[in-house]
Antibody
Framework: EVQLVESGGGLVQPGGSLTLSCAAS????????MGWVRQAPGRGLEWVAN????????MYVDSVKGRFIISRDNAKNSLYLQMSSLRAEDTALYYC?????????????WGQGTTVTVSS | QTVVTQEPSLTVSPGGTVTLTCASS?????????PNWFQQKPGQAPRALIY???NKHSWTPARFSGSLLGGKAALTLSGVQPEDEAEYYC???FGDGQIFGGGTKLTVL
């Protein structure tokens, strides 16, 4: 079964740091782009970042550039999101998602999410 | 800053047909933006429905279809079922990332 399981969320003070992890199983992780999408409470979906299969290309939404770093470890079938200088507006449910890019573009598999709360 | 716009809410009767649209502030949406559509029900993760304009996943019910319509991406539900009540999001791919629309809350009434 294809599965993505996020972890690492929690309560953090403004200005603090947190690292999210996503464990992938049921597919060849190294063959796919991977990304993070977040959803603030009661709000819509927001794409945050994604990373190429070999980690050679990374893209970020403007609001997190310079503060968040996406990375992956293909040997561990894992995706990460290092978040620093966190702000209240980063409070959200963070989803890990699998992406397909090539002839077709598709974001087909999603995890259940991990919650990040930035508050003093 | 690019904005992707969807209808905030739509209402449809059971068995009816409804079309949701997805527009870009950059101009006409074309197949080159590879429009994706997702369904999200309360308390659940999003579920992919349509990719690259009109392609369905194996789990996508036949009553869902994607297209381009009048310079926008479109998701049409034909023969709407009560379980289709949900939030629907489109996603467009740009050169430096991707952007979700604000979502359409579909009510089946």
């Amino acid at each position: 079964e294809v599965q993505l399981v996020e972890s690492g969320g929690g309560l953090v003070q403004p200005g603090g740091s947190l690292t999210l992890s996503c464990a992938a199983s049921g597919f060849t992780f190294s063959n796919f782009w991977m990304g993070w999408v977040r959803q603030a409470p009661g709000r819509g979906l927001e794409w945050v970042a994604n990373i190429r299969q070999d980690g050679s290309q990374k893209m970020y939404v403007d609001s997190v550039k310079g503060r968040f770093i996406i990375s992956r470890d293909n040997a561990k079938n894992s995706l990460y999101l290092q978040m620093s200088s966190l702000r209240a507006e980063d409070t959200a449910l963070y989803y890990c998602a699998r992406e397909i890019r090539g002839v077709y573009y598709d974001t087909d598999v999603w995890g259940q999410g991990t919650t990040v709360t930035v508050s003093s | 800053q690019t904005v992707v716009t969807q209808e905030p809410s739509l209402t449809v009767s059971p068995g009816g047909t409804v079309t949701l649209t997805c527009a870009s502030s950059t101009g006409a949406v074309t197949s080159g933006y590879f429009p994706n559509w997702f369904q999200q029900k309360p308390g659940q993760a999003p579920r992919a429905l349509i990719y690259s304009t009109s392609n369905k996943h194996s789990w996508t019910p036949a009553r869902f279809s994607g297209s381009l319509l009048g310079g926008k991406a479109a998701l049409t539900l034909s023969g709407v079922q009560p379980e289709d009540e949900a939030e629907y999001y489109c996603l467009l791919y740009f050169g430096d990332g991707q952007i979700f629309g604000g979502g359409t809350k579909l009510t089946v009434l």
